[in-house]
Nanobody
């Protein structure tokens, strides 16, 4: 099983980034996919979730209207488009795959996003 994030980096406030997460080794289209983030000294928090079909999404209040989660079940990938970035979005962003019925729960190593002028 592999879950690999990419696309992080340094961006100025107001800028945009697109994170990608490539999955392999499990039946991707059966899994709920999520993005989490963890800032220094803070607990990991849920940013966005997309259900297996891709039809339903949920967002943390802090990112609603700015971030968009999407998935491509054919490519076995999930994305996080981040617009209007703020310094408080600075964190390590993690991709998560979860299938509650089996208890399967997979994490990537994370990608750093830094929003600073």
């Amino acid at each position: 099983v592999q879950v690999v994030e990419s696309g992080g980096g340094l961006v100025q406030p107001g800028g945009s980034l697109r994170l990608s997460c490539a999955a392999s080794g499990f039946t991707f289209n059966l899994y709920v996919m999520s993005w989490y983030r963890q800032a220094p000294g803070k607990e990991r928090e849920l940013v966005a979730t997309i259900l297996s079909s891709g039809g339903t999404t949920n967002y943390a209040d802090s990112v609603k209207g700015r971030f968009t989660i999407s998935r491509d079940n054919y490519k076995k990938a999930v994305y996080l488009q981040m617009n209007s970035l703020k310094p408080e979005d600075t964190a390590v962003y993690y991709c998560n795959a979860r299938r509650r019925i089996t208890g399967s729960d997979y994490w990537g190593q994370g990608t750093q996003v830094t929003v600073s002028s």
